[in-house]
């Protein structure tokens, strides 16, 4: 298999060179440090250099992270964490001519970002046949949520002819330059027109939890704590509070022997201590490591 001469990672506004070179419909690359967030490729590909390439049909899987799928001569099309989407080039069109990109996803997100040509790209989902047509540059995204909703936004200066048709009944509604369209349950008699939640990758994690859910319910090891400073030569060090627990403080007391005379008044037993917060803590921390 031939690999492409040149990749473009931005689409052209004219739409795609016919005179480009032909080649493989897809190139992805291989994070091999990260297992969890690295996309998993399957079909007919080679592997080289850290990449893998798609021929002529394949499937991408994102992990954790967002996977930018370079199409050559076109641009990018982005699979959002925790999707699957299947490509393969339109076999119908005729010989010499730049074929469309056939797409399917059930579930997830993309954002394609790619010229557009004489023939259309078309994104298959459970519900709908979504036509991106051109000649332009298409920034188009598409997200697929519970029971059947489907959003789509049809962005860009340029924005292509996107036309959602269903599979089930034959309807078809088309979505206008700069709009974003939610459609219902799958259906294109639901429509939600301009759709205030974005319909594309959600958007990364602003930072971390500080005490993660798994940390706070014993799945995993809390962070070694942090050692306190040396004091400075001629700086006395800082006191620091001690938990301590005396036994003596609860032990039983001795009862009075039954000999003692009858005159003689016992002596009255000290007052048992009420156990401080720190005594207090300090049994606490003994009875969870059975030290009591």
Do not use: W
Request: glycine fraction near 10%; aromatic fraction near 4%; charged fraction near 15%.
């Amino acid at each position: 298999m031939q690999a492409p001469q040149t990749v473009s990672a931005t689409p052209a506004a004219s739409g795609v060179d016919s005179s480009a070179i032909s080649g493989p419909i897809a190139i992805i690359p291989l994070d091999n440090r990260n297992p969890d967030a690295a996309a998993k490729v399957t079909g007919a590909l080679e592997v080289s250099q850290g990449k893998a390439v798609i021929a002529a049909s394949g499937s991408v899987t994102s992990g954790t992270e967002t996977t930018e799928v370079t199409l050559p001569h076109r641009g990018v099309l982005r699979v959002c964490a925790s999707t699957t989407v299947k490509l393969a080039a339109d076999s119908s069109i005729p010989a010499g001519e730049i074929p469309g990109l056939m797409m399917a996803m059930d579930h997830g997100a993309v954002e394609a970002s790619f010229a557009t040509g004489r023939n259309s790209d078309i994104l298959m989902t459970p519900d709908f046949r979504i036509l991106i047509g051109g000649p332009g540059a298409a920034e188009v995204k598409v997200r697929l949520g519970a029971n059947g909703d489907t959003c789509v936004d049809n962005a860009g200066v340029s924005a292509p002819y996107v036309l959602v048709s269903s599979v089930f009944d034959g309807g078809a509604y088309r979505v206008q330059a700069g709009q974003r369209v939610m459609f219902q349950h799958g259906n294109l008699h639901e429509v939600v027109d301009q759709e205030k939640e974005p319909c594309g990758c959600p958007p990364a994690a602003k930072g971390a939890n500080d005490f993660p859910l798994a940390q706070s319910e014993g799945l995993a090891p809390l962070a070694p704590p942090v050692p306190t400073p040396a004091a400075q030569p001629g700086q006395a060090p800082e006191p620091t509070a001690t938990l301590a627990y005396s036994g003596a403080e609860h032990a039983p007391k001795p009862a009075v022997p039954d000999s003692a005379p009858a005159t003689a008044p016992a002596a009255p037993a000290p007052p048992e201590k009420k156990p401080g917060f720190f005594n207090r803590v300090g049994k606490f921390f003994r009875r969870i490591f059975g030290a009591e």
